[in-house]
């Protein structure tokens, strides 16, 4: 999932600076699961705009936001709002005010800001898992990512600075490695340690992307 945090108060409030009245969309999924853009938050919301005086005359939470099709339909469906409003603020990851700001002509703000791709471990605690590199290679480190969790992002192996299973780099912090080899050993496929992988096409990993998958891949699916 997206993870992302509400941005302050007074900076969604400097950015609104001018806007009367105000449209709020917030996202049922990742932001959501966040606690930064779901039902309650967009509640909460309305009622602090009001508060300091703008009219909030709809605000709503798509199931997800960056869904472009049915983002538009439901955009449509609201459109005499939307008309009235000086400003739109979403609630939702990059990705969804990006998606808004393209289906309106009406000024879009983000409430929230985008931080990483990762997993929700329980409420309130999320850590990054994937640096979207374009050529994983989980199979072959225990299904941790070594890119990620190695603060040298080192394909092969260990860089020797590691102690008591801490990295030399940031000392609060587990070695990816050392985590690496514990479980590879746990599961009997220390073997997949001697394995030498080529340096990662990096062009890969550029960005941003854009990809189309025909039928049968998505058939797949
Ligand atoms: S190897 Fe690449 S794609 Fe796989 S989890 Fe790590 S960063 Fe993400
Ligand atoms: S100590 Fe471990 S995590 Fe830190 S840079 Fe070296 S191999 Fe990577």
Redesign the pocket.
């Known amino acids: 999932m997206i993870i992302s945090q509400q941005k302050l108060l007074p900076d969604i409030l400097q950015s609104l600076d001018g806007s009367d009245v105000v449209v709020i969309i917030g996202c049922g999924t990742c932001a959501t699961q966040c606690h930064a853009g779901g039902e309650e938050e967009v509640q909460d919301m309305k009622r602090e705009l009001e508060g300091v005086g703008k009219a909030v005359p709809l605000s709503f939470v798509l199931e997800s936001v960056c869904t472009t099709q049915k983002t538009k339909k439901e955009l449509t469906k609201k459109s005499t709002f939307i008309e009235e409003a000086d400003a739109i603020l979403v609630m939702s990851c990059g990705v969804g005010v990006q998606t808004v700001a393209e289906l309106t002509e009406k000024p879009v703000f983000p409430a929230l800001d985008t931080l990483f ?1 990762g997993s929700l471990r329980r409420v309130g605690h999320y850590e990054e ?10 199979e072959y ?1 225990g299904g941790i ?4 969790q190695c603060s040298k992002g080192l394909l092969n192996g260990p860089c020797g600075g590691s102690k008591q299973g801490k990295c030399e780099i940031i000392d609060d912090r587990d070695c990816g490695w050392y985590l690496i080899y514990e479980r590879l050993k746990q599961r009997g496929k220390l073997y997949l340690m001697e394995m030498i992988h080529q340096p ?1 096409d990096f062009s890969k ?1 550029q960005h941003p992307q854009k990809i189309t998958l025909g039928r049968e891949m998505l058939k797949k699916k």
Do not use: E, H, M, V
């Not at 990512?145 to 990620?148: K, L, Q, S, T």
């Open positions: 791709i898992l994937c640096a979207l590199c374009g050529q994983c290679i989980l480190t990512c070594a890119i990620n990662q990993g």
